[in-house]
């Protein structure tokens, strides 16, 4: 069935679902736009630019005040004149929220998580062209934090394709509402067979743990925003092929935020073992996060500015330089990302626009 032929069958069906339960109707628009040119070296990553936009409608009917369930489509064009360039991907899932707790289940958007993941656990490269989670999400707030699971099941197995999947928990809190935070980010990554899989070929068990603390500066600063956070990452990596046991590189990991009005900056530090220490073998298909982590020390900086931000537009320029040991890379970005929907178009208020050029 053809792309189109499956966005009117579930638009017909959330529609007589609709009228005929009397059930609210909801709808979302997302679209984005990435202009990513990357100049450097090609010792870790191959210099390249990725030039494309994302249309990502929703259509679906609100159960309860809670409850809801929704479909789309995540359609990836890059910026040529043949619709051979493009892709399109199913999106469809259930979502229950509430003040305390929420959840998901099916596939669904990576952008209901509350906060993106550091580049250790999820590369550039994969927010722009894997936006939908593809399992099942639970979120817990309190009342000076908070802590999200999910499982993303990244790889059905096949002849041709090794079952993958990955568990990821990530939280933080400020005790007391103070300016000391505590956090951290742990993953199991399950790396398993295809089927009828050749003798050579064995399951590779990964896990990664990021613990940390931090401060939260930006109420005693002049800056907006100011955050600094300093904690261990540590992976423990087995490949049932070898009988060298279990690998556990480790080390130390800083990261820096700074904003003031529309200029922001950020710094994240790694230096010890290699996190990746499979990735010649593995690559992308087991690790998730950037490739420099394959190095035993990295660095990267961006430097960016908020041009333009309303309810329903944010546009950003990014500058972001990568040094390795032996390597460097810079990325000049520009993303655009265009939201709304049912309920911002309701219930929304009128924002005042903030443009600087």
Partial sequence: MKPINIIALIAALLLCVSDVCAQTLTWSVDFNSVFDNREGDRKITDPKTYFFTVLAPEIGVQLTKKDRIAGGVVWTQHLTNDWDDGKVNPTLYYRHESKRWS???????????????????WC???????RNIRGALVQYNMRHGWIEAYLDWRGMQSTTRREAFNIVVHGEGAPKGGIFLVGGNAMMNHFALQKNAPADQHIVDNF???PYVGLDFSRKTALDSLVIKAGALLTVERNRANEDGWKTP?????????????????NSFYMGGKLFPSYSEFGAELYQGEPFYQTSFYNRTDVYAKILQNRYVDLQASLDF?????????YQRLLLRVYFDSFNIRHGKKSKKHIRL
């Fill in 103 to 121: 959840f998901s289940m099916g596939m669904f958007p990576r952008t209901q998580l509350r906060r993106q993941l550091p580049g250790f656990l």
């Fill in 124 to 130: 550039d490269s994969l927010t722009y062209f894997q």
């Fill in 208 to 210: 990664l743990v990021n």
């Fill in 250 to 266: 480790a080390g130390g990991w800083l990261e820096i935020v700074g904003e003031w009005r529309w200029l922001g900056l950020k």
């Fill in 322 to 330: 990568n040094f390795t040991e032996d390597s460097f890379i810079f």
